[in-house]
């Protein structure tokens, strides 16, 4: 659900406080109304998906934000950014909420790593905890897909797809983050085909697999 951040009048509201424990939003728009509740969603992580192993050492990050008002979440967020704490460093790297840049992660090592994405206050920068996105763990399996238990592969939309599979993971994530990597989120039959060869391709190579609920 949508958290809100209210925003006041200087003139008049200057002893009232904002919603959630987040700051005040201070309006320049002179025809801005007296307590406007400026509504803000969580951040949801698109990839890297959670539970799910990737090729190589670097990765880009995609974000998806609904807001219940779009129109008005741009116009008091315009200045707002979106940090992402990896490996729960202390220093994050923030990129301007409304500028068409993806950030890209460089150079991690093989293994689990965590992330978590949440915006700032627009008017103090402040990081707001209500839009914070859960913790995702994913793992890296190197350039070579060394650091997995096994690599499947598999065709889809005429492009060979190599799938690094680590004990861990979850193939239901794993499947879903491939399909909707080739625009196929919603298709029933990428997913059961990716499911089922990932499966079929752990038995062969002896691999235990958890077992899941599937689709």
Same mark, same amino acid.
């Given at each position: 659900?949508?958290?809100?951040?209210? $925003?006041?009048? %200087?003139?008049?509201?200057?002893?009232?406080?904002?919603?959630?424990?987040?700051? $005040?939003?201070?309006? $320049?728009?002179? %025809?801005s109304?007296?307590?406007?509740?400026?509504?803000?969603?969580?951040?949801?992580?698109l990839?890297?998906? %959670?539970?799910?192993?990737?090729?190589?050492? $670097?990765?880009?990050?995609?974000?998806?934000?609904?807001?219940?008002?779009?129109?008005?979440?741009?116009?008091?967020?315009q200045?707002?950014?979106?940090?992402?704490?990896?490996?729960?460093?202390?220093?994050?790297?923030?990129?301007?909420?409304?500028?068409?840049?993806?950030?890209?992660?460089?150079?991690?090592?093989?293994?689990?790593?965590?992330?978590q994405?949440?915006?700032?206050?627009?008017?103090?920068?402040?990081?707001?905890?209500?839009?914070?996105?859960?913790?995702?763990t994913?793992?890296?399996?190197?350039? %070579?897909?060394q650091g997995a238990?096994?690599?499947?592969?598999?065709?889809?939309?005429?492009?060979?797809?190599?799938i690094?599979?680590?004990?861990g993971?979850?193939?239901?994530?794993?499947?879903?983050?491939?399909?909707?990597?080739?625009?196929?989120?919603?298709?029933?039959?990428?997913?059961?085909?990716?499911?089922?060869?990932?499966?079929?391709?752990?038995?062969?190579?002896?691999?235990?697999?958890?077992?899941?609920?599937?689709?």
């Open positions: 659900d949508d958290e809100e951040i209210e $925003d006041l009048d %200087d003139d008049e509201n200057e002893n009232n406080s904002t919603k959630s424990d987040n700051d $005040d939003l201070e309006s $320049d728009d002179e %025809d109304l007296e307590g406007v509740h400026v509504s803000f969603p969580s951040v949801e992580l990839t890297p998906s %959670d539970q799910v192993s990737y090729t190589g050492s $670097d990765l880009t990050i995609e974000t998806l934000l609904n807001p219940q008002d779009p129109e008005q979440f741009s116009k008091y967020f200045r707002s950014f979106t940090c992402f704490s990896i490996d729960m460093a202390t220093a994050q790297p923030c990129f301007q909420l409304f500028k068409d840049t993806k950030p890209h992660m460089v150079g991690l090592n093989i293994g689990f790593h965590t992330i994405a949440s915006l700032t206050n627009p008017m103090t920068m402040e990081l707001l905890d209500a839009s914070r996105s859960g913790i995702q994913f793992f890296m399996a190197g350039q %070579d897909n238990a096994f690599t499947a592969e598999i065709n889809l939309r005429g492009r060979l797809h190599q690094p599979i680590v004990k993971g979850s193939l239901v994530a794993q499947t879903k983050a491939l399909c909707r990597s080739v625009g196929l989120a919603e298709q029933a039959i990428c997913l059961q085909t990716v499911y089922r060869h990932l499966h079929m391709v752990g038995r062969q190579v002896g691999f235990v697999l958890h077992q899941e609920g599937g689709f």
